[in-house]
């Protein structure tokens, strides 16, 4: 079993930052693909960043240019630098990962991001 438990979400303006963090444990050594989903009501969750199996990142269209993942394998914690925030945004922001032998997957509870215009 893998926990994962998110923080860093809050109310910030357009065009601010804030910084996500997920820090896992349990069975870390299960541990693979690694990243970052959010979701607004109504619509499907979606990927935002992530680390891949093989360890490179991949982003949404979305986001590039304006977050960051990064990772802290001595902390079992994996982070999300938001910049230059914008009103569409506003999600819940799920920390994911994947069992790398049954390829169960795991989710936090979310953590709440509010941009305003």
């Known amino acids: 079993q893998v926990q994962l438990v998110e923080s860093g979400g809050g109310l910030v303006q357009a065009g601010g930052s804030l910084r996500l963090s997920c820090a896992a444990s349990?069975?870390?050594?299960?541990?693979?693909?690694m990243g970052w989903y959010r979701q607004v009501p109504e619509k499907q969750r979606e990927l935002v960043a992530v680390f891949t199996r093989s360890g490179s990142t991949n982003y949404a269209d979305s986001v590039k240019g304006r977050f960051t993942i990064s990772r802290d394998n001595a902390k079992n914690t994996v982070y999300l630098q938001m910049n230059s925030l914008k009103p569409e945004d506003t999600a819940v922001y799920y920390c994911h990962c994947q069992n790398r032998y049954s390829g169960m997957d795991y989710w936090g509870k979310g953590t709440l991001v509010t941009v305003s215009s």
């Open positions: 349990g069975s870390i050594f299960s541990i693979n693909a």
